[in-house]
């Protein structure tokens, strides 16, 4: 396969990743969240600790968006801001006791709408995904 159809299988791919994600995710952030908050938090807790940077890059945002939404969630007491000891002008930003718990309580409700859709698998069929996701953890979203 020459380089232009693995890439239109690529954008294929990840359009349905993107469908798949809104899908099980649906319904499961707090009413209190925007669906912009509830990407941060989602950030947050697979990438902790990270910088106002990073996450501003990540969801696409510019820094002041990205400042704001934090204040926002600092303020919901969701997210801590985490000083570098060694470099005082950098922050690691965290959940917080009650961010982890509302993400916790999200990914178990993602993770039953996950094992409803892969239920109809057989042991081999989710060892051949695994070993798929491993590969292109590894050599694609690196």
């Known amino acids: 396969m020459d380089n232009n159809g693995l890439f239109q299988k690529f954008v294929s791919f990840t359009a349905s990743v993107h469908q798949i994600t809104s899908d099980i995710s649906k319904d499961v952030k707090a009413e209190s969240l925007t669906?912009?908050?509830y990407k941060i938090l989602e950030y947050?807790?697979?990438s902790q600790p990270v910088t106002l940077s990073e996450?501003?890059?990540c969801m696409h945002m510019s820094m002041p968006n990205t400042s704001r939404e934090l204040k926002k969630l600092s303020?919901?007491?969701l997210c801590?801001?985490?000083?570098?000891p060694a470099d005082r002008r950098r922050q690691g930003i965290t959940l917080s006791a009650a961010g982890?718990?509302?993400m916790n309580e999200a990914f178990q409700h993602i993770g039953v709408r996950f094992a409803e859709r892969i239920a109809h698998l057989t042991g081999d069929e989710r060892k051949e995904i695994e070993q798929a996701l491993d590969l292109l953890q590894q050599k694609v979203f690196y």
Not at 80 to 84: E, V
């Open 55 to 57: 996450i501003s890059e």
């Open 80 to 84: 801590d801001r985490i000083t570098d």
């Open 100 to 102: 982890e718990s509302m």
């Open 75 to 77: 303020e919901k007491q």
């Open 35 to 37: 669906p912009v908050q």
């Open 44 to 46: 947050i807790a697979v």
